[in-house]
């Protein structure tokens, strides 16, 4: 079945000139290959890796900056630009990027907008639907579609570009991008902090929304067991914290433009929620250093994870009071075969739920799904908060969408795409893939 897919997208190709004029390096496109677009290949669903024998279109070559305008912020840059050299070059400008996430030595900026990524500031700069200004595309066909706008405003017709946020190249590859940009703000703080409880990092979070208000710019959690794993696998991270066990810790970040203010604010804060037995300990960052040492623990939870085993990881959006009680009951499923964890962007209510063991083994799966995305779609989450569908959660997609939604969506990819050719077998289930 699978290798009919295949024949069905190589046939019937017909050229435009605008195909060619773009063909040098789109070669594939024009001969209608089947190609799957990469950028830093650290996606966690198998978007970025060809199934049969589709052609790799990497992207790495497009890292071209093309303008940065300093009065309004906004960055034009090509698609392959990597996530961190774009924040080193906009910190030299006294800017930021408005994401952030543990793969940005590596990962793209197309990468990043193809995968509506989160990350870790989501909870202050939003997501890339409302940071990503235009966007330059290359169609199926080979055009050059150009909505490579650097507005804020701008409603002249459909907003196509959201089309391509999160559509994991399967309806375009994302070869230019305009992103507004926030200013560098220097009075940035870190807190780690433990709580005892989850009902108390749930209040915790409301208490920060309300009290840290406009400097909130992460807010992070992760259980015990995420801890250790961490403290066990990578070498020279430790725990800020006296060895008592705590149950939960979160990572609480502030980002503002007064020192003095802003210190004494999460001062403050922290002691109200001390008092209010909230927080049973934490450590408050005293320079730059230690500001880092306690992030290498939140964002060096998925490659401990990974020295660990086999690891079975989900992304899940839940509501916030319910996302740990999945955690739970994960664990009481699979007893002692499995080392569940959870941690996420408590902030966002998204939940990363990583099921570690020695090796893969069918019979843990059997215990882990479908049951996973039968809770997340009882609870009216998504089965993908922030990593898309890729290849290996594309049959999943109606845990969180409705029949007709998936219909329309496979639609709009036959209208765009209609032999097939755009990262196939991705997102869409198999079903409508064809
Ligand atoms: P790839 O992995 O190469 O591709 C991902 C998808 O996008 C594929 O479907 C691919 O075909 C498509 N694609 C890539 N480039 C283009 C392009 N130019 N045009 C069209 N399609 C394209 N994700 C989060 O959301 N939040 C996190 O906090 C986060 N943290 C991570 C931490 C680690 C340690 C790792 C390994 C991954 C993490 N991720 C996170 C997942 C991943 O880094 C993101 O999804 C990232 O945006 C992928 O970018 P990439 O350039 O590596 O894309
Ligand atoms: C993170 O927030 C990433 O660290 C990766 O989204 C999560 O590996 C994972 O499951
Ligand atoms: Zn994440």
């Known amino acids: 079945m699978k290798s009919g897919w295949r024949l069905q997208t190589q046939t019937g190709c017909t050229n435009t000139k605008a195909q060619v004029s773009f063909c040098c390096n789109l070669g594939p496109l024009r001969r209608c290959l089947a190609v799957v677009p990469q950028g830093g290949n650290t996606g966690l669903v198998g978007g970025s890796v060809p199934v049969f024998d589709e052609v790799i279109v990497n992207m790495s070559l497009m890292n071209n900056i093309i303008s940065f305008d300093k009065v309004s912020g ?7 630009c990597i996530l961190e050299n774009l924040i080193t070059f906009l910190d030299n400008q006294g800017f930021i990027m408005p994401l952030d996430l543990g793969a940005k030595g590596s990962c793209q900026i197309g990468g990043n907008v193809s995968t509506n990524a989160g990350g870790l500031r989501l909870v202050r700069y939003g997501s890339l639907h409302g940071n990503v200004l235009g ?12 909505m490579l706008g650097t507005l804020r405003k701008d409603n002249t017709g459909y907003d196509l570009k959201h089309l391509f946020i999160g559509s994991e190249g399967s309806l375009g590859i994302v070869s230019k991008v305009s992103i507004l940009t926030p200013p560098k703000l220097f009075s940035v703080n870190v807190a780690f902090l433990a709580c005892s409880d989850y009902f108390s990092c749930q209040k915790l979070l409301m208490e920060a929304k309300r009290k840290l208000g406009e400097i909130l710019s992460a807010f992070e959690f992760l259980d015990s067991k995420s801890l250790d794993l961490v403290l066990n696998h990578l070498d020279g991270v430790r725990n800020p914290l006296p060895p008592t066990l705590h149950k939960f810790y979160i990572l609480i970040e502030t980002t503002g433009s007064d020192e003095p203010y802003d210190r004494q604010k999460l001062e403050g804060f922290l002691l109200h929620a001390m008092e209010a037995g909230l ?9 730059i250093n230690q500001a880092s040492s306690f992030w290498r623990i939140r964002e060096g939870i998925p490659e401990a994870l990974m020295k660990a085993g086999a690891v079975y990881k989900y992304d899940l959006s839940l509501p916030v009071e319910k996302m740990y009680d999945l955690v739970e009951e994960m664990r009481t499923r699979l007893s002692d075969s499995a080392n569940v964890v959870g ?17 893969y083994d069918d019979g843990i799966l059997t215990q882990i799904e479908p049951f996973v995305y039968e809770w997340t779609s009882k609870h009216r989450g998504s089965i993908s908060a922030e990593h898309g569908l890729g290849l290996m ?25 209609p032999k097939g050719i755009l990262n196939p077998y991705k997102v869409l289930p198999h079903s409508l893939s064809s």
């Not at 927080?279 to 320079?287: E, F, K, R, V």
């Not at 959660?393 to 765009?416: D, G, H, Q, R, W």
Request: charged share 20%; net charge negative; glycine share 10%.
């Open 393 to 417: 959660k594309a049959n999943e997609i109606f845990y969180s969408k409705p029949t007709a939604t998936v219909s329309l969506m496979a639609s709009i990819k036959k209208m765009l795409d």
């Open 135 to 146: 966007l330059e595309v290359v169609l199926a066909d080979g055009n050059v579609i150009d």
């Open 343 to 359: 941690y996420g962007h408590l902030g966002d209510g998204n939940l990363h739920l990583n099921i570690s063991t020695a090796q």
């Open 279 to 287: 927080i049973s300990d934490g450590a408050l960052a005293q320079d």
């Open 74 to 80: 906004i960055l034009v840059c090509e698609g392959g």
